[in-house]
């Protein structure tokens, strides 16, 4: 499966965004999904995940509540909602896939070791 990121770009302190993840190739609708973000000189981190029912989603402490996996499976596409953003959350967004069995309805996976298949990126700066 190919991934595709994008949606991002310069907003203020506050502002909102919607990241993209368009999947192509194969259907991501036996895949559980997330997205991580890195910031320069950070690790990689964890930022959301769903579930490939999306009947369970998990998220960063940081992001609680301002943050909002979704997905639309017949569309193939994966979107991170943000609101309230500060400057700490300026980084790169990456979205991720991991393909499983159909019985773990409910698994978010957290860990970037967990996902097999990743986008290129997209710039997220949030100016103060």
């Known amino acids: 499966v190919q991934l595709q990121a994008s949606g991002g770009g310069l907003v203020q302190a506050g502002g909102s965004l919607r990241l993209s993840c368009a999947a192509s190739r194969r259907s991501i609708s036996n895949y559980a999904m997330g997205w991580f973000r890195q910031a320069p000189g950070k690790e990689r981190e964890f930022v959301a995940g769903?579930?490939?029912?999306?009947?369970?989603?998990d998220y960063a402490d940081s992001v609680k509540g301002r943050f909002t996996i979704s997905r639309d499976n017949p569309k193939n596409t994966v979107y991170l909602h943000m609101n309230s953003l500060r400057p700490e959350d300026t980084a790169v967004y990456y979205c991720?896939?991991?393909?499983?069995?159909?019985?773990?309805?409910?698994?978010?996976?957290?860990?970037?070791?967990?996902?097999?298949?990743w986008g290129q990126g997209t710039q997220v700066t949030v100016s103060s």
């Open positions: 769903i579930s490939w029912s999306s009947g369970a989603t």
């Open positions: 991720a896939a991991d393909q499983v069995d159909l019985s773990l309805i409910l698994v978010v996976r957290t860990r970037t070791s967990e996902y097999d298949y």
